[in-house]
């Protein structure tokens, strides 16, 4: 199993930057991609930023340019950092693993909102 808690969410104004943590735990080295989604308020989870064992990363259309993902395998963590926040940023992002026998895993999630 490999479990995950998120940190880093908040309250911040359109424009303004946060960072999000996903520290992971448990059989770390089955993970084959961790990323995060966002949950918007009556909308479905979609996913924002992802990145593979291999250092691939791809992100979601209106995200491009904003965010970025970035993992420290020393602290087995992942980190979302997001600039030029926008109102429609706002949900709970959680953080997802992949691992290699296809099992998903998701983190508690974390609230970003973001004000106009």
């Known amino acids: 199993q490999v479990q995950l808690v998120e940190s880093g969410g908040g309250l911040v104004q359109a424009g303004g930057s946060l960072t999000l943590s996903c520290a992971a735990s448990g059989n770390i080295f089955s993970i084959s991609a961790i990323g995060w989604y966002r949950q918007a308020p009556g909308k479905e989870r979609n996913a924002v930023a992802i990145?593979?064992?291999?250092?691939?990363?791809s992100y979601g259309t209106s995200v491009k340019g904003r965010f970025t993902i970035s993992r420290d395998n020393n602290k087995n963590t992942v980190y979302l950092q997001m600039t030029s926040l926008k109102p429609e940023d706002t949900g709970v992002y959680y953080c997802?693993?992949?691992?290699?026998?296809?099992?998903?895993?998701w983190g508690q999630g974390t609230q970003v909102t973001v004000s106009s």
């Open positions: 990145v593979t064992s291999g250092g691939i990363t």
């Open positions: 997802n693993v992949h691992t290699t026998s296809s099992r998903v895993y």
